[in-house]
């Protein structure tokens, strides 16, 4: 083979390629990808096991976990890159070379860049196919994955042009620190948000998981997430043009690079590109910081902003719900029909088994529960409690409120049996019947979230009828729950002796009593003496 | 120079500092602990602003992540301070590099302490500063490691990696010692985790000393 033949065999890529080819070769981040991926399996992959399959809650993580490990690495090893000649002291020897330092630059960002994404997005696949595999309804959501790669971009830009200005062994790791330490501001600032103390705080990407059911009832509006990545997208553009005066700003420091910016010379295009790159930089964050302090509390439970909202996505969602039946008596009795959302349905046997055997024990009295079904957490931006409601009369719960329990459709606590998961949706549907003429009378109880304190508790003789009702599905003698505060000494010996006597009796016998007592039951005129 | 000044009688020589002490200087100059201090003193104000500001929770378990972050942080800084500029030639110089190894690391965690307790006092700690301590003490231990392995420029990605996993762990209530930097003050298991990372982290830097290349990675 000649010269010329080998020459022409292979063929050569453009300049900018080759030498992002070599960057990509020689970048430091491959060799902490495996550090990074332990890191993503314990704090993010584990934490989004322990959620329900439900894709935006899933993707929640992005925001909450992956970005806190992520933007830490991508900081420091973009700084650790653009310190690279300051490092190695090789300026005065690459400023000889043809290419501005400007596409010197670039490329090496870009290289580091390609790494990072290139994890982010695995990361974010390894999240999405385990919900794919698990999810019973919906699609994956784009928009947090959209937030997450603009934060690590910006994050990795800031990084970069922190170790191409002050390059030394401590930029990497004070990069590092300090992105993580505004992640944590950013998050404290946003857990404690409310419109009246400012809502800035929803430009950072962190925060508390959304509500069990979002996205289930309601769309989730893109606007916070605009905002964001206009916030970063902004940012980065304006850091680029400024890696644009680097070698300047590098020499002489930002007045000279200012100077040179104004003068004539050979790079005068590339110079009023990297102005023009500030400029739409600036604009652009400035805008989306403007806009984060016009957000409003949305109909869902989140935040809107009214400039970018779509007045469609406060309609709510038509909900396909997957029902089961079963006989809820004994003779002619119609069944017990329970209803979840399809993105639940993986909860529906195990709360129809929960709810199935106590509605037969109160099957056919007034006011008992014909059906149960899930509905939104939250209507109108208001917080909904379980209740039962309309007739036929049906019980009434939401994902995240069952009664006075938060967060059941969580999924089984630490240590928590299947039984013990499943008496909290018997309680509440039982706290509902007995106390009969609940807030939610005319329809799902509708409190402002400052009242969250859960249902009115039982009186004395109700507790008892429903520790007695309870306990042949394994109910504890004891008042659990929240009454277990409410009841102590006599009263609480008194209420535990009257659900003896009670749950002693035939159900027959109880049902009977029920039938002729339930009025004077829910009126709070029955005493504990008065229980048979 | 000139003939005259030649001959002119030399002025008599500058007081030379002792070579003991100038050996250390020379060495802490070239490992820019001067400028590690500054940080860690930096590290020790931003925890100050932190607690003062409320940028932290006031109790809880999220009221630790912010300081077991400026705990990492800290760490992260003096495996830092592991880089030697000369690299394999130095270790051919003579018989004290390991002395002034463990003298600067041991100095550095000591020095860290000191400026993040200094950063937190009049305020309210959660779970006090004894946590700050231990958990300085265990993240150095394991940068101090993973300088050995990937030398001292990148050996703040360990210290914050564990910090990252030990946050998630603190969250979801782990109670095993070795998530030490969740775990209570008074947990003994959880200090003798940190304090034997630190030891063998010690240990081996000292006898060791940190990966070195001419040409650092990346």
């Not at chain 1, 400039?307 to 996505?313: D, E, F, G, R, V």
Request: contains cysteine.
């Amino acid at each position: 083979m000649s010269a010329l033949s080998l020459h022409a065999s292979r063929p050569t890529l453009p300049g900018a390629a080759r030498a992002l080819r070599l960057e990509l070769k020689r970048n430091a981040v491959p060799m902490l990808l495996p550090l990074l991926a332990a890191v993503f399996y314990f704090e993010t992959v584990r934490t989004a096991d322990g959620f329900p399959p439900v894709w935006t809650l899933r993707a929640s993580v992005i925001g909450n976990h992956m970005l806190f490990e992520f933007s830490a690495f991508a900081g420091g090893l973009a700084a650790w890159a653009g310190s690279r000649e300051g490092r190695r002291k090789t300026l005065d020897l690459v400023a000889t070379t043809p290419r501005a330092a400007w596409v010197r630059l670039s490329v090496t960002l870009a290289g580091t860049l390609c790494w990072l994404l290139f994890a982010f997005l695995a990361a974010v696949a390894t999240v999405y196919v385990q919900t794919a595999l698990q999810a019973t309804w919906g699609g994956p959501p784009l928009w947090p994955v959209l937030v997450g790669a603009a934060c690590v971009t910006v994050v990795a830009v800031i990084g970069f042009t922190a170790g191409v200005l002050l390059p030394g062994r401590f930029t990497a790791p004070l990069v590092a620190i300090g992105t993580l330490l505004l992640y944590e501001v950013g998050l404290r600032a946003q857990l404690g948000m409310s419109p009246a103390s400012g809502t800035y705080a929803v430009l950072s990407p962190g925060g508390q998981p959304p509500m069990l059911d979002a996205g289930v009832y309601y769309r989730v509006p893109p606007d916070v997430s605009i905002v964001q990545v206009m916030l970063m997208g902004g940012i980065a553009l304006a850091l680029l043009g400024v890696l644009g005066l680097a070698a300047g700003i590098r020499y002489g420091g930002l007045r000279v690079a200012l100077r040179a910016l104004a003068g004539r010379g050979d790079d005068v295009r590339l110079r009023l590109t990297a102005a023009v790159l500030i400029g739409c930089g600036i604009a652009a964050s400035g805008t989306a910081v403007a806009l984060a302090g016009t957000a409003q509390p949305d109909a869902a439970g989140g935040w809107m902003i009214p400039a970018l909202h779509s007045a469609a996505s406060d309609r709510p969602i038509p909900v396909d719900r997957d029902c089961t039946s079963a006989a809820a008596g004994a003779g002619a009795r119609p069944a017990f029909q329970v209803c979840v959302s399809q993105a639940f349905s993986f909860y529906l046997h195990p709360v129809a088994s929960a709810l199935t055997p106590v509605a037969a024990e109160i099957a056919g009295l007034p006011g008992a529960p014909a059906g149960a079904r899930e509905i939104a957490s939250v209507t109108g931006g208001q917080v909904v409690m379980s209740g039962i409601t309309g007739t036929p009369p049906v019980f009434d719960f939401t994902a995240d409120h069952v009664g006075s329990v938060f967060g059941e459709f969580y999924g089984l606590g630490l240590g928590e049996t299947v039984q013990a998961w499943g008496q909290v949706f018997q309680q509440g549907m039982l706290d509902a019947f007995l106390a009969g003429s609940p807030p939610h009378a005319g329809g799902p109880a509708v409190v402002p979230p400052q009242f969250l304190n859960g249902p009115t508790p039982l009186g004395a003789a109700q507790q008892a009828v429903e520790n007695a009702l309870l306990a042949p599905f394994g109910w504890q003698p004891a008042i659990a729950g929240q009454a277990a505060g409410q009841w102590h000494g006599p009263a609480l010996t008194g209420i535990l002796a009257a659900a003896r006597r009670f749950g002693a009796l035939p159900a027959s016998a109880r049902h009977a009593w029920l039938a002729a007592h339930l009025s004077a039951l829910r009126a709070g005129t029955i005493t504990l003496a008065q229980i048979p | 120079m000139t003939a005259t000044r030649a001959r002119t009688p030399q002025a008599a020589p500058a007081r030379r500092i002792p070579g003991g002490p100038r050996l250390a200087w020379l060495h802490l100059r070239s490992r820019s602990v001067p400028v590690g201090v500054l940080a860690l003193a930096l590290c020790g104000g931003v925890l100050h602003a932190a607690l003062r500001f409320n940028w932290t929770f006031n109790s809880g378990r999220y009221a630790q992540l912010l300081p077991m972050i400026i705990a990492a942080g800290a760490a992260a800084l003096i495996a830092m301070t592991a880089h030697s500029p000369f690299g394999e030639a130095e270790r051919s110089t003579g018989r004290w590099l390991p002395y002034l190894r463990l003298g600067i690391a041991a100095g550095m965690t000591a020095a860290a302490v000191g400026l993040l307790q200094l950063g937190v006092v009049g305020m309210s700690l959660n779970e006090g500063v004894l946590v700050l301590a231990r958990n300085v003490i265990g993240f150095t231990g394991l940068g101090l490691l993973c300088s050995l392995v990937t030398g001292g420029l990148l050996a703040w990605t360990l210290p914050l990696g564990y910090m990252a996993f030990c946050q998630y762990a603190l969250l979801a209530s782990w109670t095993s010692p070795w998530t030490w930097p969740g775990r209570p003050p008074a947990d003994r298991g959880a200090w003798i985790c940190a304090c034997a990372v630190f030891a063998a982290g010690l240990l081996l830097f000292t006898v060791r000393g940190p990966r070195t290349r001419l040409s650092d990675d990346g």
